[in-house]
């Protein structure tokens, strides 16, 4: 809860399109400030609130316009660390990368692999871990 009080948080949740479980609770907290962003990154099927959002700019049939800017980057969520890491190469001026949400394993593998061959620094946070970027 605090975590949606303090400037310049990010919140990594479940679920993507919007339809229940953390997310549910985090966007009630954001949607009215446009200085928050809301960002989605996987495919919103038709008559989810995730589509709603990007198509209505509403969470709900006559609910409030959402004041947050709302952005959707087009990842698979069976994108592979090939995919990902040609995602991570083709923006420029990255610092730093934050990978979540995979194995222990994969994450590393494309970490080490990011940073070897891009020169960029990574970050793999445990669930709740705050960072700095």
């Avoid at 800017?69 to 995919?83: E, R, T, Y």
Wanted: glycine share 10%; aromatic share 10%.
């Amino acid at each position: 809860k605090k975590i949606c009080r303090e400037p310049g948080s990010i919140i990594v949740t479940p679920a993507g399109m919007l339809k229940g479980g953390p997310v549910q609770y985090y966007i009630k907290r954001v949607w009215d400030n446009p200085k928050n962003a809301i960002i989605l990154v996987s495919y919103q099927a038709p008559s989810t609130p995730g589509r709603k959002l990007l198509v209505e700019g509403l969470l709900e049939n006559g609910g409030p316009r959402i004041k947050a800017m709302v952005f959707w980057f087009d990842f698979s969520s069976h994108a592979g660390a090939s995919d990902l890491f040609n995602f991570v190469k083709n923006v420029k001026n990255l610092e730093k990368v934050v990978l979540v949400h995979g194995n222990e394993d994969s994450i590393y593998s494309l970490g080490y692999s990011i940073k070897e061959k891009l020169g960029i620094e990574f970050v793999a946070p445990q669930n709740g871990e705050k960072i700095t970027l």
